[in-house]
């Protein structure tokens, strides 16, 4: 087994320095060697291009411009999907521009950033797409030079035949090849033949991220374009009873203030449909500045909503749901949690007898965990610019889903789909958030309101108090041993608000003769919806942290431990339908317990913890080392391994781990967001604590399993596990286990389970 491993680091990217004076000086520290290749050196941007396929433009003086098809927000697909492309047409990646393609998902595919599936979903497609351009291109060659196709050869954007001589560039015969018929069945590369691919390239669009050019939506601007704000109710489960606009009208710069509805009675919402509150009262300006102190002049009254119908669609069959109008507060949902975990579940899987296993046990051992709603938080909060006459709607800004959310749009907007133009721009930060467009739809309707093109803007208090939110999460894990501590049933029921995060044929299902895995949920109006690696960002905390609990009980090494697991798996799986592959999963424990150095003597400096996962078709791996510093708890090293098929980008991969290892320790560490009478508690950085630069590790070193397997997601899996490591690692640390999340503040805990000791 062959492994790679970064040399960049996100800690190297960003130096700063204290200056004499006192001043801080911030530098860039691989800039000057980064090498883009968003603009060719010495080369203007040509007017002509000749489309081969929806993917590829050449022009004539051979520079090829590759579309990305997916909406980008840090996961690097502006470079690694393009990268794809490159491989197959034998391009020269010195050569290439790469541009955001505009939404069409009848040419450019799903088109759906989310669910670590955007190498996994264009691997083929994007490669098929350059080697057909290829073909093209030979052909044309072919005919013009009156030779056989098979003698044509290419390399780094040139068209030889080696017999005759004759060479010229792919730009020279781009004309032609755009009139040939795109071909079917085309061969594509053996793995060991990649030049592009598996080498690590700079993001292409660096040099415009760092220099401060605009790329994101709140960038976007056009002539004449308006300010909108959203006036929210002060909690879930509140609604707009009446309001008065009598100064916020006199205000300066300020257009209008009106009431919309998102969603007409009956609406079918979509599978990416959902809303924080479905009463709107808007106020549009000139200016940010403006609409923002115009909008605190607003004389509101609000009142109870009471409880509320939900038609819903799109994944499945068509339902009524109902949500429930209580103005809900941490504290009881933390009770209903409670009585809920004692009433029977929905069983989600069984196999042997477990009943009897636990009846039968010299020894069961039983613990719960906890975790509280936790807020994106996104660098650029949700902002979408919308110009909607009666005839179009042209709509720009930062979406994950765009093909879920044209059919709504549509709807809402009574326009056919071709008249929609949806353009995306990066996203400063997406993990789910941004799959939701119903910003997007607001925007279009105050548009449509005002006859303007507008753009609606959330503040940071818009989005973290009235967001989407990652649900509340419980689970009780119980395990049985014999008398010689032999690991004989095992058993977890979890629930949550309004989910469960169960996902019951994952690992030790498979694992363990008799085996039970429950679920239950609680109905809530306060929003959820995908946050990187959903129900695995909590189900991969409690189960890794549970499984290093007993092993120590049972008197083993926690990586060995799951290995003997993994290898029952593997030689005797127990049911079917086990999500995962022993194989690929023992891989990376083994692979960062040889990186690690784990069990030698000379980490013992550190308090060391491990946890892996499986999640979106990739295995991860971590060993945390933590030690005491100004008398806290500090992640100084951590050690990952990957092991998502092929590697496209090296470099851009370590740092898609990199994220994932901070974020994660960030959230392990201090993320949570409560309620109070509905209300959030916490509505801006000042209240809800994010991991600080100088507690990010000083060291990640991160290592990927080679092989030749199609390529995987990146950026969900390296992120559960570092909940589950970062909890063992403070265990070793103060000797005193974590059950409830965040791990460094306390105010969410409770002490009604087993084991569930306040620490710091």
């Known amino acids: 087994m062959e492994q790679s491993k970064s040399t960049h680091s996100r800690r190297s990217f960003l130096r700063s320095s204290l200056l004499a004076g006192g001043g ?55 470079t690694s999907l393009p990268m794809m492309v490159a491989e197959e047409l034998e391009a020269d990646w010195q050569k290439i521009v790469v541009e955001m393609g505009p939404h069409d998902s009848v040419k450019l595919g799903a088109q759906f950033t989310g669910g670590s599936n955007s190498v996994r979903m264009y691997w083929r497609p994007l490669r098929e797409a350059g080697a057909s351009a290829r073909h093209m291109l030979m052909e044309a060659a072919a005919q013009t030079w009156s030779v056989p196709l098979e003698e044509v050869t290419t390399k780094a954007g040139m068209l030889y035949h080696e017999k005759s001589g004759k060479s010229g560039t792919y730009g020279s015969f781009a004309s032609k090849a755009s009139a040939i018929p795109i071909p079917k069945g ?12 598996r ?5 292409v669009e660096g ?11 709140l960038d976007y601007k056009q002539e004449g374009m308006l300010i909108a704000m959203i006036h929210h109710p002060p909690a879930f489960g509140m609604k707009l009873k009446s309001f008065d606009a009598s100064q916020t009208l006199t205000m300066p710069g300020i257009k209008d203030v009106f009431t919309l509805k998102l969603y007409e009675d009956g609406f079918e919402q979509g599978g990416f449909d959902t809303r924080t509150f479905n009463d709107l009262l808007v106020v549009v300006g000139n200016t940010t500045w403006e609409v923002m102190n115009a909008r605190k002049k607003l004389i509101v009254q609000w009142e109870p909503a009471g409880d509320t119908k939900d038609t819903m669609g799109g994944r499945g069959t068509k339902r009524e749901v109902v949500v429930p109008g209580e103005l809900e507060s941490t504290s009881r949902q933390l009770e209903k949690m409670q009585e809920y975990a004692k009433k029977p579940a929905q069983q989600l899987r069984k196999d042997g007898d477990p009943e009897t296993a636990f009846k039968n046990a010299a020894q069961v051992i039983e613990r719960t965990y906890n975790a509280p709603f936790l807020a994106h938080n996104c660098m650029e909060p949700m902002n979408f610019f919308a110009h909607v006459t009666e005839e179009k709607a042209l709509l720009v800004g930062p979406l994950q889903a765009p093909g879920w959310t044209e059919p709504t749009l549509s709807k809402i907007l009574k326009l056919p789909p071709d008249k929609i133009e949806i353009q995306m721009t990066r996203m400063g930060g997406g ?61 977890v029921k979890g629930g949550g608000i309004p989910e469960h995060a169960i996902h019951a044929n994952r690992f030790p ?16 109006n306060i929003t959820i919806g995908a946050f990187r690696a959903p129900r695995s960002n909590f189900n991969a905390a409690a189960e890794q942290s549970f499984l290093d609990e007993l092993a120590e009980v049972m008197g083993k090494d926690p990586i060995d431990f799951r290995l003997e697991l993994l290898k029952r798996a593997k030689e005797n799986p127990v049911g079917r339908n086990n999500e995962y592959n022993p194989d690929r999963y023992a891989g990376v424990l083994k692979l960062v317990k040889e990186k690690s150095g784990w069990g030698n003597p000379e980490n013992k400096k550190y308090h060391r913890g491990v946890a892996a996962y499986f999640c979106h078709s990739s295995y991860a791996a971590h060993v945390v080392d933590i030690v005491i510093k100004n008398g806290r708890p500090f992640v100084e090293r951590v050690f990952s391994a990957m092991d998502c098929g092929i590697v496209i980008n090296p470099d851009a991969a370590a740092n898609m781990v990199e ?48 092989n030749d397997i199609d390529p995987t997601g990146l950026g969900e899996p390296p992120f559960p596990p570092v909940f589950g490591a970062v909890a063992n690692a403070l265990y070793k640390t103060t000797n005193k286990r974590y059950y409830n ?14 084991g569930n000791k306040r620490t710091f």
Do not use: C
């Open 207 to 217: 040099l415009k991220i760092v220099s401060g050019k605009p790329l994101f939506g």
């Open 186 to 197: 085309v061969k594509l590369k053996e793995v060991k033949d990649f030049k592009v691919v």
């Open 509 to 524: 299902a498979g694992a363990v003769d008799n085996y039970l895995a429950e679920g239950w949920q609680i109905a809530s």
């Open 659 to 706: 994220g994932a290892v901070i974020d994660g320790i960030g959230n392990a560490f201090y993320g949570r967001l409560s309620h109070k009478e509905g209300a959030a508690e916490q509505n801006n950085f000042h209240r809800y604590r994010m991991i600080r630069h100088s507690e990010a590790p000083d060291k990640i070193e991160v290592h990927f399993v080679q």
């Open 431 to 491: 993990f789910g958030r941004r799959a939701y467009g119903h910003y997007l739809s607001e925007a279009a309707l105050i548009s449509k309101k005002v006859k303007a093109p507008i753009k609606l803007i959330y503040t940071r208090e818009d989005d973290m108090t009235y967001g989407i939110y990652r649900p509340m999460y419980t689970a009780t894990y119980r395990a049985a041993l014999d008398a010689n501590k032999n690991l004989i049933a095992f058993h």
């Open 199 to 203: 080498s690590s390239k700079k993001n």
């Open 741 to 754: 999340q965040p791990f460094l503040d306390q105010s969410l805990q409770t002490d009604n389970a087993p």
């Open 24 to 78: 801080l000086m911030i530098s860039f520290t691989w800039l000057p060697e980064a090498g883009f290749a968003d603009t060719p050196k010495g080369i203007d941007l040509p007017d002509q291009w000749n489309e081969l396929t929806g993917y590829i433009k050449i022009s004539p003086d051979n520079i090829i411009k590759i579309f990305n098809p997916n909406p980008e927000f840090g996961q690097n697909v502006m």
